[in-house]
């Protein structure tokens, strides 16, 4: 249904200096800050609308709009405004800004509070006063990583993951969690299913942690695939749209996307044997991908309305996998993810070459997870740990050393993905240092 918006305060700007802040609605939606004649990144179609954006939630032409937190440094010396969601874990209204005869008019489709922040550090130190008045616990320290997924993507083996373990004494890189990323299930849903590629879950558990190190490993526990075995034996585990169909969570990999309801007890159940069995197989370290699905709109066997929904399937991988496993969110939604996580990614994905087109934001590359892990860096310690995405220092990566520095600059997770015995001098060096303890702060 159209959104409706409420007035909700208007600010004298000086259209010159005057900056603005929008926070995205998840990992992967662009967040940052823009000067009032910048055009704000938006999706360039309706599959990155659902994949990268907020669905049902478009921002008109020449407007900024924050899904939940909204900042404004009204360039005037005056002190930095701020507008939030008054429950952000659970309602994230869209807070939109227009200018019209040198004022600032803010509007909101839900309930918000504002707070006024004086002081230097400009938009970011008001967003970092906020999320320091939620009184979250600080996240414990984050492990080091080598993750597969950069360098082998969907294609990885189990032999890659056993070379790179064992490339990782030869070369003498403090790697913490050795992850398993995409690639070792059979579909998406059918988790406990493997590819080809892929001899024995445990027994790759059991040979990590034989060279003292940690086993990590990738899922999108929201995500199902129309093929998957999960998806053909049981339909009535999915969400729906109005029309009894099932919802439709975007398309990636070459076919459709489909959201599993952890709301049906025995879809819930099946979720909960997923990460009994991950973490009985000795897997300690989770990355939760695409847990945008989980917070789609649509109809749920419990009637439960989206983020109450998402909630309670993070509440049931944590209960599954125990307070002492690490866990990771990534493409999940910001706001509604406050108390759930160790460690969050704040940007799209990155990639071994630079995209520079302003306009395709969305496709993944370095320049779009720099703008965006910049303007979430008031995040790290406070909400969670930040993921800025993967190291990458092969040759072999275009502009390797500015993402190296960008990496290094944010003080969260370290996580290396490369074909490890490709690195050169520089490349080892550089992974070494960035994993080594203190890297991350």
């Given at each position: 249904?159209?959104?409706?918006?409420?007035?909700?305060?208007?600010?004298p700007v000086?259209?010159?200096?005057?900056?603005v802040?929008?926070?995205?609605?998840?990992?992967?939606?662009?967040?940052?800050?823009?000067?009032?004649?910048?055009t704000?990144?938006?999706?360039?179609?309706?599959?990155?609308?659902?994949?990268?954006?907020?669905?049902?939630h478009?921002?008109?032409p020449?407007?900024?709009?924050g899904?939940?937190?909204?900042?404004?440094?009204?360039?005037?010396?005056?002190?930095?405004?701020?507008?939030?969601?008054?429950?952000p874990?659970?309602?994230v209204?869209?807070?939109?800004?227009t200018?019209?005869?040198?004022?600032?008019?803010?509007?909101?489709?839900g309930?918000?509070t504002?707070?006024?922040?004086?002081g230097p550090?400009?938009?970011?130190?008001?967003?970092?006063a906020?999320a320091?008045?939620l009184?979250?616990?600080?996240?414990?320290?984050?492990?080091?990583?080598?993750c597969?997924?950069?360098?082998?993507f969907?294609?990885?083996?189990?032999?890659?993951?056993?070379?790179n373990?064992?490339?990782m004494?030869?070369?003498?890189?403090?790697?913490?969690?050795?992850?398993i990323?995409?690639?070792?299930?059979?579909?998406?849903?059918?988790?406990?299913?493997?590819?080809?590629?892929?001899?024995?879950?445990?027994?790759?558990?059991?040979?990590?942690?034989?060279?003292?190190?940690?086993?990590?490993?990738?899922t999108?526990?929201f995500?199902?695939?129309?093929?998957?075995?999960?998806?053909r034996?049981?339909?009535?585990?999915?969400?729906?749209?109005?029309?009894?169909?099932?919802?439709?969570?975007g398309?990636?990999?070459?076919?459709?996307?489909?959201?599993l309801?952890?709301?049906?007890?025995?879809?819930?159940?099946c979720?909960?044997?997923?990460?009994?069995?991950?973490?009985?197989?000795?897997?300690?370290?989770?990355?939760?991908?695409?847990?945008?699905?989980g917070?789609?709109?649509?109809v749920?066997?419990?009637?439960?309305?989206?983020?109450?929904?998402?909630?309670?399937?993070?509440d049931?991988?944590?209960?599954?996998?125990?307070a002492?496993?690490?866990?990771?969110?990534?493409?999940?939604?910001?706001?509604?993810?406050?108390?759930?996580?160790d460690?969050?990614?704040?940007s799209?994905?990155?990639?071994?070459?630079?995209?520079?087109?302003?306009d395709?934001?969305?496709?993944?590359g370095?320049?779009a997870?720099?703008?965006?892990?910049?303007?979430r860096q008031?995040?790290?310690?406070?909400l969670w740990?930040?993921?800025?995405?993967?190291?990458?220092?092969?040759?072999?990566?275009?502009?390797?050393?500015?993402?190296?520095?960008?990496?290094?600059?944010?003080?969260?997770?370290?996580?290396?993905?490369?074909?490890l015995?490709?690195?050169?001098?520089?490349?080892?060096?550089t992974?070494?240092?960035?994993?080594?303890?203190?890297?991350?702060?």
């Amino acid at each position: 249904m159209p959104q409706s918006f409420t007035p909700v305060a208007s600010v004298p700007v000086d259209p010159r200096t005057a900056r603005v802040h929008e926070e995205g609605w998840q990992s992967w939606s662009p967040s940052g800050s823009y000067a009032l004649d910048d055009t704000p990144y938006r999706p360039t179609n309706t599959n990155w609308a659902t994949v990268c954006y907020r669905p049902g939630h478009a921002v008109p032409p020449a407007a900024f709009q924050g899904e939940g937190l909204l900042a404004l440094d009204p360039g005037d010396g005056s002190p930095v405004r701020l507008w939030a969601a008054a429950d952000p874990r659970h309602q994230v209204p869209s807070i939109r800004l227009t200018v019209r005869d040198g004022r600032a008019e803010i509007t909101a489709d839900g309930p918000v509070t504002e707070s006024a922040h004086p002081g230097p550090d400009g938009v970011q130190g008001a967003l970092a006063a906020w999320a320091d008045g939620l009184g979250l616990a600080a996240p414990r320290p984050a492990p080091t990583v080598w993750c597969s997924w950069y360098e082998y993507f969907t294609a990885v083996t189990e032999d890659d993951i056993h070379e790179n373990l064992r490339a990782m004494d030869t070369l003498d890189l403090p790697v913490d969690v050795v992850q398993i990323d995409d690639g070792y299930q059979s579909a998406l849903g059918d988790w406990l299913t493997l590819s080809g590629r892929f001899r024995s879950r445990a027994a790759l558990a059991d040979a990590i942690r034989a060279r003292g190190r940690r086993a990590g490993i990738w899922t999108a526990p929201f995500l199902v695939a129309p093929d998957s075995e999960l998806a053909r034996r049981h339909p009535d585990w999915l969400v729906r749209d109005l029309d009894g169909a099932p919802l439709h969570a975007g398309h990636n990999w070459d076919h459709d996307l489909y959201t599993l309801d952890i709301t049906h007890p025995e879809a819930g159940a099946c979720l909960t044997e997923v990460f009994t069995t991950l973490r009985a197989e000795g897997y300690d370290y989770f990355k939760t991908d695409f847990l945008y699905a989980g917070a789609l709109d649509g109809v749920r066997h419990s009637g439960a309305d989206a983020l109450t929904a998402y909630r309670a399937g993070v509440d049931l991988i944590r209960a599954a996998i125990g307070a002492d496993a690490y866990l990771l969110g990534c493409g999940a939604p910001v706001l509604p993810s406050l108390g759930l996580f160790d460690a969050m990614r704040v940007s799209p994905d990155t990639a071994p070459h630079r995209r520079p087109e302003a306009d395709d934001y969305s496709q993944p590359g370095q320049d779009a997870a720099e703008f965006t892990g910049t303007g979430r860096q008031w995040q790290h310690g406070r909400l969670w740990t930040n993921d800025p995405d993967c190291l990458m220092a092969r040759p072999t990566v275009e502009t390797r050393e500015r993402w190296a520095a960008h990496v290094e600059s944010t003080g969260g997770l370290m996580a290396s993905s490369d074909r490890l015995l490709s690195l050169d001098t520089w490349g080892v060096a550089t992974t070494r240092r960035l994993l080594s303890p203190g890297a991350s702060a």
